[in-house]
């Protein structure tokens, strides 16, 4: 059984999340232990800055409450410290878990596209551990596949809902693309620089405007593979510029009218700003100016929650084809419960061929080899055809949830 113990942004405020966080350079040791204390004969974490997971395969029993244990202690807490935090998953629940954090059904930004990466690499730490077996393998091969499927076959990807992503969106459909097309960033705060990094990705080259602090405008200068300026070069720079973004901490008014209306002297291409300053860097009268786009953050808010609306519709798709995939595994997961008592039988059938065939072959003399490969293939024949049907209904009982004590009286009646 399939069982998920964890802390998520759903249930754990940022601290706690980062209080749990597993380094990646010590996931082989962690899983070691984890897997000693807990008695887990796989187990795989998945650490991010809004999950800490243990997904894990008991040698046997339920082992939720070790793995719960093992939480407190490795991180040096209290059992009762984490447990109003913590959840615990186990058998089907765990397995649709599992599928729907892979598919980002789970996350806190609704369809974003980095867990698919995140879980896929939490695996592969497990699998370079030796902490990987068939369950959680399978479990993997699975979960990732229906995640990918839920992402070509729905539009939960598409549409961006977080205010940078917007940015960037929005700055593609004025300019297409935007390869070397000029960033210019006013202020060095952290949106500035995410949004700024995204525009950079795309292909756009950055320019810093320094204000009080230069050093940190040549800091996020070289980040982004740019160059700083002073801030007495605003109009310079503006005139240079295709798109601007304003983030400062200024108490009044950064880029005027006056400022814009100089930088588009004598140019055709737009001029894309964008304002996330509070209070507002950038006088809203330029919205006036020909050729000139101004979004201030309250915009780009709005056509996030927009997107995050039409994400919301597809998740309803996404959800039907992850719940597909889901059943779908649950109902091989069930057929391994006979997989044991079919192997049985099929050792034993063979058992009984060549136990039959050594006789034939004695009352028979020697053969030639077509005669010899003529034997093999009939009676590998006919066992395969007596054997097709019981492990056909084996796997069918398995699926449909057999009776307790059917697979004991099956064993018996076969003779196993």
């Known amino acids: 059984m399939i069982v998920v113990v964890g802390v998520s942004h759903r249930t754990a405020p940022l601290e706690v999340r980062e209080a749990l966080a597993v380094p990646r350079e010590r996931m082989a040791e962690v899983l070691a232990r984890l897997r000693g204390e807990a008695r887990l004969a796989e187990a795989m974490i998945l650490s991010t800055c809004n999950r800490v997971e243990v997904y894990g395969r008991a040698v046997e029993g339920d082992p939720v409450d070790s793995i719960a244990g093992f939480f407190a202690s490795f991180h040096g807490k209290a059992p009762a410290e984490l447990e109003p935090f913590l ?5 089907d629940a765990a397995v649709r878990h599992a599928f729907r954090v892979a598919a980002s059904l789970d996350s806190m930004v609704l369809g974003e596209p980095q867990i698919l990466g995140q879980v896929k690499d939490a695996y592969q730490l497990a699998e370079e ?3 990987l077996g068939g369950g959680l393998n399978a479990l993997r091969n699975r979960s990732l596949a229906a995640a990918k499927r839920a992402r070509r076959e729905t539009a939960i990807g598409h549409n961006a809902v977080s205010v940078s992503y917007v940015a960037v969106e929005l700055a593609r459909k004025i300019f297409g693309s935007l390869r070397e097309r000029n960033v210019l960033i006013v202020g060095a705060g952290k949106m500035s620089e995410l949004a700024a990094k995204h525009l950079v ?3 756009a080259r950055a320019t810093v405007l320094g204000g009080r602090t230069f050093l940190r405008a040549e800091e996020l200068a070289a980040a982004l593979g740019g160059r700083a300026v ?11 510029a295709d798109i601007v973004i304003s983030g400062t901490s200024a108490s009044g ?3 005027h009218r006056e400022d814009v209306e100089a930088a588009r002297q004598g140019r055709q291409r737009p001029l894309f700003l964008i304002d996330i300053a509070v209070p507002r860097d950038i006088e809203a009268a330029v919205r006036k100016l020909d050729g000139v786009f101004l979004y201030d953050l309250d915009d780009l808010k709005s056509v996030a929650e927009a997107n995050l609306r039409e994400r919301q519709k597809e998740a309803t798709a996404a959800e039907a084809i992850v719940e597909d995939e889901v059943l779908d595994f649950l109902s091989w997961e069930k057929t391994l419960d006979v997989t044991p008592l079919i192997t049985a039988l099929r050792h034993r059938a063979e058992a009984i061929r060549r ?4 006789r034939a072959r004695k009352r028979l003399g020697p053969l030639s080899p077509e005669q010899e490969a003529a034997l093999e293939a009939a009676t590998s024949a006919i066992v395969n055809k007596l ?9 069918e009982l398995a699926k449909n949830g057999h009776p307790a004590g059917a697979m004991e009286m099956v064993r018996k009646l076969l003779g196993l």
Do not use: C, M, W
């Not at 959840?87 to 058998?91: A, E, K, L, Q, V």
């Not at 002073?230 to 240079?240: D, V």
């Not at 136990?355 to 050594?358: G, I, K, N, S, W």
């Open 355 to 358: 136990e039959e065939l050594a």
């Open 387 to 395: 054997l097709h049907a019981p492990t056909t209904q084996l796997k």
């Open 129 to 131: 551990a030796a902490s």
């Open 253 to 255: 008014l950064v880029i």
């Open 230 to 240: 002073p801030f007495e070069g605003l109009r310079g720079e503006l005139a240079k």
């Open 87 to 91: 959840y615990r998953i186990s058998g």
């Open 201 to 203: 990705r795309n292909g």
